[in-house]
């Protein structure tokens, strides 16, 4: 055979693709010849095998792949002999054709990596396959045809047999989506730029009233500056419609549809169940729906244990299923969901469900001792824990499920297990819908800036010392949604703190986490937006607590938190020093103090918070605010950045720094929307930090509940 270094690279790795596509049909359509209980259909699909073996067969003899040419030749003249006759295929026989395809597709690999096919590859099989044709020679008193077929049947190519699609690489479509995703990030930075025009026509409109001297020079410098941000804005619309498109494109080019990723499953299940002596089938719902083939190809090998753990683990024997009322044959089913932006996808059985007893000894833990059946049953994706309790061929070993969970986290997702009420166990995996861009919460821990996916953010607090408690073994914090666990985000990362004194509140994210919410205390939040992400590589693979590195709008990199991660650490957590068992706090009408320059802006301010039940008072500057806080204190402090006398970020340090008002919450509403404004305003001790041109009141009040 031909040397692969003797053709061209491209056109052989095209050819192995379409091997391994066309053996996965092959072995999909043998399996649905075997499931279906129709003649009429098992004759169709025999049919479409004839030529499917045909047209590979002339795709290996272009390359000169003689041993993948020779197995296509005898499969189809199994298979003509069928179509020829109308006869069914028998299960030895459709046996016989699953090892061939097996065949084909370990040839496909051997020449993907860049080896030379073996002289004997397949010899076996094509012996076999003649067999089978030497053998319905002899029943019929005839002899076969040993040669390729001269006249006989024909097999027209069908426009099924060739889609008219073309092949792109995938590492050219990754590349496209990561330069429109850099297009958008530049979409962001114009926004900002048209901003930054807004505010200095506005300092230029203040300068026209100083002096005579200096209102034509403003009022020139007004106008001009009014032009470049309309210009601004007109531009940035433009590049924002066309970035998006642009996106949207290469997204859809990349998808595929997440039944491509359950491809040859339901041999997988009819193997093992067949080598276990059970009876088993597999159900697929949600099939249709279309996902970044990223995602498809780093989630099928997770799948394929799990559908493998499902039928060897899960699903008893006929006998044992007869007595227990249910069916002779198990199911599998496989459901893919969009919830949001994020895929859900379920791998669940109808069998015996998860033995807690055998899981807790496997665990090392008396059954006794267990308080938490969920907290136990995630023990079952550590290394060597196993619900088998004798070592086979299929499982017993413990190395699989914690394969599976590492795999997922990869992909920047969690995995959880449950047992099925009616019987079974079942797996959720929830995972991003691409790996490309991700939606983050921009975090402070110290002096450095990291991000958390905002699929698993609930919403935005404020923790105060008195909130920390002990319940059990576990150090939690109270909430409104009831006590949580928490980890220190700064003490886990093992950097300085950031925020100071534990007596004072600190911010903290409400994070939705394998096993329930968690709380992660941060000293900052800095803002919310949609961000490249790009993988850690291979020397940063092992490391758990980062699921990828993601590009902020100024080209630093910012690492995404592994949410599954900041779980486990929560469940160590120690109480922080300082911190005590909170007390009961009666409910009060909380008095808010509005401070800006602005009597509009101030009188806006106060309807919308008295409509919610606030008691309000006004300041009009931070200087006069600062004197009324010590004259009357206030529970809430809301104040603009650019007042005379004293400005926001001025005033909000001389709370901070004031030994009575020091936890008093400060929700800063400005125009100023840089993101070094924001990490300014929140390092001067902010709880929020909100911006005028996208002010909503209803988020305003949701903000203001948070922070008192």
Same mark, same amino acid.
């Given at each position: 055979?031909?040397?692969?270094?003797?053709?061209?690279?491209?056109?052989?790795?095209?050819?192995?693709?379409?091997?391994?596509?066309?053996?996965?049909?092959?072995?999909?359509?043998?399996?649905?010849?075997?499931?279906? !209980?129709?003649?009429?259909?098992?004759?169709?699909?025999?049919?479409?095998?004839?030529?499917?073996?045909?047209?590979?067969?002339?795709?290996?003899?272009?390359?000169?792949?003689?041993?993948?040419?020779?197995?296509?030749?005898?499969?189809?003249?199994?298979?003509?002999?069928?179509?020829?006759?109308?006869?069914?295929?028998?299960?030895?026989?459709?046996? @016989?054709?699953?090892?061939?395809?097996?065949?084909?597709?370990?040839?496909?690999?051997?020449?993907?990596?860049?080896?030379?096919?073996?002289?004997?590859?397949?010899?076996?099989?094509?012996?076999?396959?003649?067999?089978?044709?030497?053998?319905?020679?002899?029943?019929?008193?005839?002899?076969?045809?040993?040669?390729?077929?001269?006249?006989?049947?024909?097999?027209?190519?069908?426009?099924?047999?060739?889609?008219?699609?073309?092949?792109?690489?995938?590492?050219?479509?990754?590349?496209?989506?990561?330069?429109?995703?850099?297009?958008?990030?530049?979409?962001?930075?114009?926004?900002?730029?048209?901003?930054?025009?807004?505010?200095?026509?506005?300092?230029?409109?203040?300068?026209? !009233? +100083?002096?005579?001297?200096?209102?034509?020079?403003?009022?020139?410098?007004?106008?001009?500056?009014?032009?470049?941000?309309?210009?601004?804005?007109?531009?940035?619309? #433009?590049?924002?419609?066309?970035?998006?498109?642009?996106?949207?494109?290469?997204?859809?080019?990349?998808?595929?549809?997440?039944?491509?990723?359950?491809?040859?499953?339901?041999?997988?299940?009819?193997?093992?169940?067949?080598?276990?002596?059970?009876?088993?089938?597999?159900?697929?719902?949600?099939?249709?729906?279309?996902?970044?083939?990223?995602?498809?190809? !780093? @989630?099928?090998?997770?799948?394929?244990?799990?559908?493998?753990?499902?039928?060897?683990?899960?699903?008893?024997?006929?006998?044992?299923?007869?007595?227990?009322?249910?069916?002779?044959?198990?199911?599998?089913?496989?459901?893919?969901?969009?919830?949001?932006?994020?895929?859900?996808?379920?791998?669940?059985?109808?069998?015996?469900?998860?033995?807690?007893?055998?899981?807790?000894?496997?665990?090392?833990?008396?059954?006794?001792?267990?308080?938490?059946?969920?907290?136990?049953?995630?023990?079952?994706?550590?290394?060597?824990?196993?619900?088998?309790?004798? #070592?086979?061929?299929?499982?017993?070993?413990?190395?699989?499920?914690?394969?599976?969970?590492?795999?997922?986290?990869? $992909?920047?997702?969690?995995?959880?297990?449950?047992?099925?009420?009616?019987?079974?166990?079942?797996?959720?995996?929830?995972?991003?819908?691409?790996?490309?861009?991700?939606?983050?919460?921009? +975090?402070?821990?110290?002096?450095?800036? @990291?991000?958390?996916?905002?699929?698993?953010?609930?919403?935005?607090?404020?923790?105060?010392?008195?909130?920390? =408690?002990?319940?059990?073994?576990?150090?939690?914090?109270?909430?409104?949604?009831?006590?949580?666990?928490?980890?220190? $985000? =700064?003490?886990?990362?093992?950097?300085?703190?950031?925020?100071?004194?534990?007596?004072? =509140?600190?911010?903290?994210?409400?994070?939705?986490?394998?096993?329930?919410?968690?709380?992660?205390?941060?000293?900052?939040?800095?803002?919310?937006?949609?961000?490249?992400?790009?993988?850690?590589?291979?020397?940063?693979?092992?490391?758990?607590?980062?699921?990828?590195?993601?590009? $902020?709008?100024?080209?630093?990199?910012?690492?995404?938190?592994?949410?599954?991660?900041?779980?486990?650490?929560?469940?160590?957590?120690?109480?922080?020093?300082?911190?005590?068992?909170?007390?009961?706090?009666?409910?009060?009408?909380?008095?808010?103090?509005?401070?800006?320059?602005?009597?509009?802006?101030?009188? @806006?301010?106060?309807?919308?918070?008295?409509?919610?039940?606030?008691?309000?008072?006004?300041?009009?500057?931070?200087?006069?605010?600062?004197?009324?806080?010590?004259?009357?204190?206030?529970?809430?402090?809301? =104040?603009?950045?650019?007042?005379?006398?004293?400005?926001?970020?001025?005033?909000?340090?001389?709370?901070?720094?004031?030994?009575?008002?020091?936890?008093?919450?400060? #929700?800063?509403?400005?125009?100023?929307?840089?993101?070094?404004?924001?990490?300014?305003?929140?390092?001067?001790?902010?709880?929020?930090?909100?911006?005028?041109?996208?002010?909503?009141?209803?988020?305003?009040?949701?903000?203001?509940?948070?922070?008192?």
């Amino acid at each position: 055979m031909t040397k692969p270094e003797e053709f061209d690279r491209g056109l052989l790795h095209m050819f192995t693709e379409e091997v391994g596509e066309r053996a996965s049909d092959i072995e999909q359509a043998l399996l649905a010849i075997e499931d279906t !209980g129709e003649a009429d259909e098992k004759l169709r699909l025999q049919e479409q095998l004839l030529r499917m073996a045909h047209s590979l067969k002339g795709a290996a003899g272009l390359l000169q792949v003689r041993g993948v040419e020779a197995i296509c030749h005898w499969m189809e003249e199994v298979l003509s002999v069928t179509v020829n006759e109308q006869l069914v295929l028998e299960k030895s026989k459709l046996d @016989l054709l699953l090892t061939a395809a097996d065949t084909i597709r370990d040839a496909a690999l051997l020449l993907e990596s860049g080896e030379t096919l073996p002289p004997a590859h397949g010899e076996s099989v094509v012996d076999a396959l003649k067999a089978a044709i030497a053998t319905r020679a002899d029943h019929r008193g005839g002899k076969p045809k040993l040669g390729p077929p001269s006249g006989g049947l024909k097999v027209p190519v069908r426009a099924s047999d060739t889609d008219g699609s073309m092949r792109v690489s995938a590492d050219r479509l990754d590349t496209l989506l990561y330069r429109s995703g850099e297009l958008l990030s530049f979409n962001a930075i114009i926004r900002r730029h048209a901003e930054e025009a807004s505010l200095l026509r506005e300092q230029a409109r203040k300068l026209r !009233g +100083v002096g005579t001297e200096f209102a034509t020079l403003a009022a020139s410098i007004e106008i001009g500056l009014r032009q470049l941000a309309t210009s601004l804005r007109q531009d940035m619309r #433009v590049m924002h419609s066309t970035a998006t498109a642009l996106d949207h494109e290469v997204r859809h080019a990349r998808t595929q549809p997440f039944a491509e990723a359950c491809k040859g499953f339901d041999r997988v299940v009819r193997d093992v169940a067949s080598a276990s002596g059970k009876l088993a089938e597999l159900e697929i719902k949600g099939g249709e729906i279309e996902i970044d083939r990223s995602i498809l190809s !780093g @989630l099928q090998d997770s799948l394929r244990h799990l559908v493998r753990n499902a039928v060897a683990h899960g699903i008893q024997r006929p006998e044992e299923r007869r007595a227990a009322g249910k069916p002779e044959k198990g199911k599998v089913l496989i459901t893919a969901a969009i919830s949001g932006d994020r895929m859900e996808v379920r791998v669940e059985d109808d069998g015996r469900g998860l033995d807690v007893a055998l899981l807790s000894k496997a665990a090392g833990e008396a059954l006794e001792e267990v308080k938490d059946d969920a907290q136990l049953l995630r023990r079952v994706f550590e290394p060597g824990v196993s619900t088998s309790a004798t #070592v086979t061929n299929l499982s017993g070993r413990g190395i699989g499920l914690d394969i599976v969970k590492r795999n997922v986290e990869t $992909l920047r997702g969690t995995a959880e297990i449950s047992q099925v009420p009616t019987g079974g166990a079942a797996f959720t995996l929830t995972l991003p819908l691409t790996l490309a861009t991700v939606r983050t919460l921009e +975090v402070i821990a110290g002096k450095h800036v @990291l991000t958390i996916d905002t699929a698993s953010v609930q919403r935005v607090i404020r923790i105060h010392a008195q909130d920390f =408690a002990m319940s059990g073994h576990r150090c939690i914090v109270r909430t409104s949604i009831g006590p949580i666990p928490f980890v220190d $985000l =700064a003490t886990w990362l093992g950097v300085q703190l950031g925020r100071g004194d534990i007596r004072q =509140a600190m911010p903290a994210i409400i994070v939705d986490a394998p096993g329930g919410p968690i709380a992660v205390l941060v000293d900052a939040v800095a803002g919310e937006q949609e961000l490249l992400a790009r993988p850690l590589g291979p020397r940063l693979a092992k490391v758990r607590r980062y699921s990828a590195g993601t590009v $902020l709008p100024d080209g630093h990199i910012a690492l995404l938190l592994n949410v599954a991660a900041l779980a486990e650490a929560a469940a160590e957590a120690r109480l922080p020093d300082g911190a005590r068992v909170p007390q009961p706090i009666p409910t009060v009408r909380r008095k808010v103090l509005v401070v800006d320059d602005s009597k509009y802006i101030r009188t @806006l301010v106060k309807l919308i918070l008295e409509g919610a039940g606030y008691d309000v008072v006004m300041a009009s500057n931070g200087k006069e605010a600062f004197d009324q806080l010590r004259d009357r204190g206030a529970d809430v402090v809301v =104040a603009d950045v650019d007042m005379p006398s004293m400005n926001g970020f001025e005033l909000t340090e001389a709370i901070r720094q004031s030994e009575r008002f020091a936890d008093t919450p400060v #929700v800063l509403v400005t125009g100023r929307g840089t993101l070094e404004d924001k990490v300014r305003g929140l390092r001067a001790g902010a709880n929020a930090y909100l911006r005028k041109d996208q002010f909503d009141a209803q988020h305003f009040l949701e903000t203001m509940r948070r922070v008192v």
